[in-house]
């Protein structure tokens, strides 16, 4: 199964504020009270005034996106990044080969990174998205790494975030979307709970 991610991740109020004007943008909930935003071409050209640029060879260490952070949108970023720490994530996997890439800006500048990985052979807390993610912020908690604990595991592409996002689904949609229908299973015609996470949902 595939896997495709170029986003924004940041805290939810400030990705509200820095977007409430914006026709092209569209917020997905994601646990802890972060929230990511879809990388579009439409986005881009709203946030930059020009479309966006995309690299024709595959990303390596040097060039760590496939999308090119260009000095205008870098811009735009690094400006959120004065309200709080702001990252851009990258991932590509098809039948368990891929790579993911992450950069972090805070304050108005890089903080941290870019950073691209395809090997995955080191500890999961050094993959490029999940060191990313706990530079945000992100806590640990019950499932496997910060990338499943926010739930970025929920949608396969960005199709699939902007569904997300347009719906209003929680972080938790899917699991209580499975819950109610093992009580209607069971024939308990309850509301549904949380379930207790389960499962590896790394993306390696």
Do not use: C, K
């Amino acid at each position: 199964m595939s896997y495709q991610l170029s986003a924004v991740v940041a805290d939810v109020e400030l990705l509200r504020e820095q977007t409430a004007d914006l026709d092209h943008a569209v917020l997905a909930a994601l646990r802890q009270d972060f929230a990511l935003l879809p990388i579009t071409p439409q986005l881009v050209q709203e946030l930059t005034g020009g479309l966006p640029d995309f690299a024709t060879d595959e990303p390596r260490a040097e060039r760590p996106f496939r999308l090119v952070l260009s000095p205008p949108l870098a811009e735009v970023l690094a400006r959120w990044s004065r309200s709080g720490p702001v990252a851009y994530l990258e991932a590509e996997f098809a039948g368990g080969l891929g790579h993911q890439s992450a950069v972090v800006w805070l304050g108005g500048e890089v903080s941290w990174g870019p950073r691209y990985d395809a090997a995955l052979d080191r500890p999961r807390t050094e993959w490029p998205i999940n060191t990313a993610l706990a530079r945000l912020g992100a806590e640990p908690g019950a499932w496997i790494d910060p990338f499943a604990e926010l739930g970025l595991h929920l949608e396969r592409d960005t199709d699939g975030w902007l569904m997300h996002g347009r719906r209003g689904l929680s972080a938790d949609y899917w699991d209580e979307l499975a819950e109610e229908w093992e009580l209607r299973q069971s024939g308990q015609h309850q509301q549904p709970h949380h379930p207790g996470p389960v499962g590896d949902w790394g993306i390696s």
